[in-house]
Nanobody, 121 residues
Framework: QLVESGGGLVQPGGSLTVSCAVS??????IGWFRQAPGKEREGVAC???????FYVDSVKGRFTISRDYAKNTVNLQMNSLKPEDTGVYYC???????????????????WGQGTQVTVSS
């Protein structure tokens, strides 16, 4: 089971961290995806079982994905937010060991319900 939290309203240039609480099955790679109104869902970042990470170009240098083993969460820290970062953010999980992850939806079998992130002044 995956449960996202931490969304909200933030001004352009601000920061926000969204979290994905992971429970239940053994999950390998965890990915973050987002969907803006009227647009298709897109991948944002992912982290593999051995903590290799991947970021799409539009968030590289601004977003950081990390695991918190004590809390069993995967966090996405978002800095220098832009209005185009607005959307519903979903976390998703791949089962089993994942050495290198990718932000394509196919391998991800489990999805959370999403959390809204709005970047606006």
């Amino acid at each position: 089971q995956l449960v996202e939290s931490g969304g909200g309203l933030v001004q352009p240039g601000g920061s926000l961290t969204v979290s994905c609480a992971v429970s239940g099955s053994h999950y390998g790679g965890i990915g973050w995806f987002r969907q803006a109104p009227g647009k298709e869902r897109e991948g944002v970042a992912c982290i593999s079982s051995n903590e290799n990470t991947f970021y799409v170009d539009s968030v590289k240098g601004r977003f950081t994905i990390s695991r918190d083993y004590a809390k069993n969460t995967v966090n996405l820290q978002m800095n220098s937010l832009k209005p185009e970062d607005t959307g519903v953010y979903y976390c998703a999980a791949e089962s089993g060991f994942v050495q290198f992850c990718a932000v394509v939806a196919g391998p991800y079998a489990s999805w959370g319900q999403g959390t809204q992130v709005t970047v606006s002044s």
